[in-house]
């Protein structure tokens, strides 16, 4: 393309290419509107491009929002872990004689075993005197028999590892006779029954009856 010689307001000027076809031209910078006319003829501007996408936004709110989510999960997973942690006081259900792994039960009922009376940390097999102890949870739990009169229990065991838990007394030998408080387990119990002994009360049983 080719140019017609223009005007030159301020005198003639020898342009630096041969015929002198650029003498007295101001050629327009490239980048502006001028130079896109004239080499283009009356052609707009480019359009400007496109607007980004927002996708990055968009992914980066849903990942937001997991991890709002998740994290209001691991709360309420806490709060309900926090809730169903065993304290003095509460009764509970072993599911071993050997101890060990325990749950929440209302005292008692038939799935209540014993009453938690104390609750240490670590391990403190001396600090429950004369109640059973449960280590679970990397804690030490004080505990005595939740039973009443009537009740039945797993046999008595001379092996002081293994802990007695009710049982249905169509399946049981032991049947609990009288709970006392504090009272000594000769003077409690008959001669012919077992008794077991705790801090705060005695527990006395015989055979089953009427099964």
Do not use: H
């Not at 509970?92 to 060990?100: Q, S």
């Not at 949870?137 to 009740?151: E, H, K």
């Not at 387990?185 to 009427?210: L, W």
């Amino acid at each position: 393309m080719t140019y017609p010689p223009q005007p030159d307001p301020y005198g003639a000027q020898s342009g630096p290419y041969p015929g002198g076809w650029q003498q007295g031209y101001q050629y327009p910078q490239q980048g502006s509107d001028a130079f896109w006319r004239q080499v283009a003829g009356n052609q707009q501007p480019p359009p400007p491009p496109p607007p980004k996408k927002r996708t990055g936004l968009v992914v980066g709110l849903v990942i937001g929002a997991v991890v709002l989510l998740l994290g209001s999960a691991v709360a309420i997973t806490l709060a309900v872990a926090a809730s169903n942690r065993i304290e003095a006081g509460d009764c509970m259900a072993l599911n071993d004689e050997r101890g060990g792994r325990m749950a929440s039960a209302d005292c008692g009922s038939p799935d209540s075993d014993y009453e938690v009376v104390d609750v240490r940390e670590g391990r403190d097999l001396a600090g429950c005197g004369d109640d059973y102890v449960n280590f679970a949870d990397d804690s030490t739990y004080c505990i005595v028999l939740d039973v009443r009169v009537g009740d039945c229990l797993t046999p008595f065991q001379q092996d002081e590892g293994v802990l007695p838990l009710k049982l249905e007394c169509s399946k049981a030998e032991d049947q609990v006779t009288r709970v006392v408080g504090g009272q000594d387990p000769e003077s409690a119990c008959e001669e012919n029954e077992g008794y077991y002994v705790f801090s705060r009360k005695t527990v006395c049983f015989g055979d089953v009856q009427g099964v």
